[in-house]
């Protein structure tokens, strides 16, 4: 496996201020929302298919023409919490403090909807494998299932009691996941809007979910710095996974769902066998490799078909 880490550097000259609160990314752009309300949108640098070990590959970081034909996305009024790219990559949804969630087309740079529910603010937000719907997650304590072609929530997702903090669709897109400050997480029937399960046993807010690729499990990233794996079927927590000081920013599983890579507020990156007999409740016989990033709070984590790890983060220090 093979690590990829992309920095953005708060250049003030561009942003003016550098706090970034989320990332999305395609194969061919990277977009962060930032605390002064803006989204920003860098190219990748294509692929050189010549190339040999260890030169460009298709989530290269943004070369220095690539950051100067940037685009900036304004409409937000408050930071930008959550952000997500369609499959196709031609669309973003956004969504933060100011509880609105906009449609934006990254080719013409422009807004095309803004969806007003959520009465406060949104932390999360992604599309479905279906590109047509996506869904958002507020802590209005609800999440809402939306459809690009419509201006009101097409599902209401009410049953937590705190705020919900992170969503997720399964890979086949018929279910939605969500995680709250109340401590659980949830897994909602897309058709008719029904909680299926109900994942009880965490012991602190959940920031993140993913879900493995086989659709078999759920990985939940809590506050207190401890990942865990719940078993769809049953809905029971299967596996902790620690080794991490502070709250979990971002989860991914890697394509072929043996591994599950995380990150936390303290500047570092693991990656951890998924298999349940790998290691008993507690201990780091899980771990696979781990990578500090000093400087760097990483926002969202991206495996490749190729099996490499793209992590995304910002940092002050150029």
């Known amino acids: 496996m093979e690590c990829v880490f992309v920095s953005l550097f708060a250049?003030?000259?561009?942003?003016?201020?550098p706090s970034m609160h989320c990332s999305a990314l395609t194969t061919d752009h990277i977009a962060s929302g930032f605390e002064n309300s803006s989204i920003h949108v860098w190219p990748l640098s294509p692929p050189d298919r010549t190339a040999t070990r260890g030169s460009a590959h298709p989530h290269s970081p943004p070369a220095q023409d690539d950051a100067a034909r940037h685009i900036a996305l304004c409409g937000h009024q408050g930071p930008v919490y959550g952000t997500s790219f369609s499959a196709?990559?031609?669309?973003?949804?956004?969504?933060?403090e100011d509880g609105c969630v906009r449609l934006w087309d990254v080719h013409r740079g422009t807004c095309v909807v803004c969806y007003k529910g959520h009465v406060y603010p949104v932390w999360d937000l992604v599309f479905s494998p279906v590109d047509v719907y996506f869904a958002s997650a507020s802590y209005d304590r609800t999440a809402r299932l939306w459809s690009t072609d419509l201006v009101y929530p097409v599902?209401?997702?009410?049953?937590h009691t705190a705020?919900?903090?992170?969503?997720?669709?399964?890979?086949?897109?018929n279910y939605l996941a969500t995680g709250s400050s109340d401590h659980t997480c949830r897994l909602w029937d897309v058709q008719n809007g029904r909680c299926m399960r109900l994942m009880e046993g965490g012991k602190s807010a959940v920031n993140c979910l993913?879900?493995?690729p086989n659709g078999k499990f759920l990985a939940s990233g809590g506050d207190n710095g401890v990942v865990c794996l719940w078993d769809l079927g049953s809905g029971s927590l299967v596996k902790e996974m620690r080794g991490h000081t502070s709250a979990i920013t971002a989860l991914v599983y890697s394509p072929d769902s043996t591994?599950?890579?995380?990150?936390c507020h303290g500047n570092l990156i693991r990656v951890c066998?998924?298999?349940?007999?790998?290691?008993?409740?507690?201990s780091d016989g899980d771990l696979v490799c781990s990578h500090s990033t000093p400087d760097t709070v990483i926002t969202s984590l991206h495996f490749t078909h190729r099996n490499r790890l793209v992590a995304i983060g910002a940092s002050q220090h150029i």
Request: glycine share 16%; net charge positive; no cysteine.
């Open 210 to 212: 993913s879900f493995s």
């Open 163 to 173: 705020g919900v903090d992170a969503v997720a669709f399964h890979p086949n897109g």
């Open 273 to 282: 066998n998924t298999r349940i007999s790998v290691a008993s409740p507690g």
């Open 259 to 263: 591994m599950l890579a995380s990150s």
């Open 88 to 96: 196709g990559g031609r669309y973003l949804v956004s969504g933060g």
């Open 11 to 17: 250049n003030t000259s561009i942003l003016s201020s």
């Open 155 to 159: 599902r209401i997702f009410a049953g």
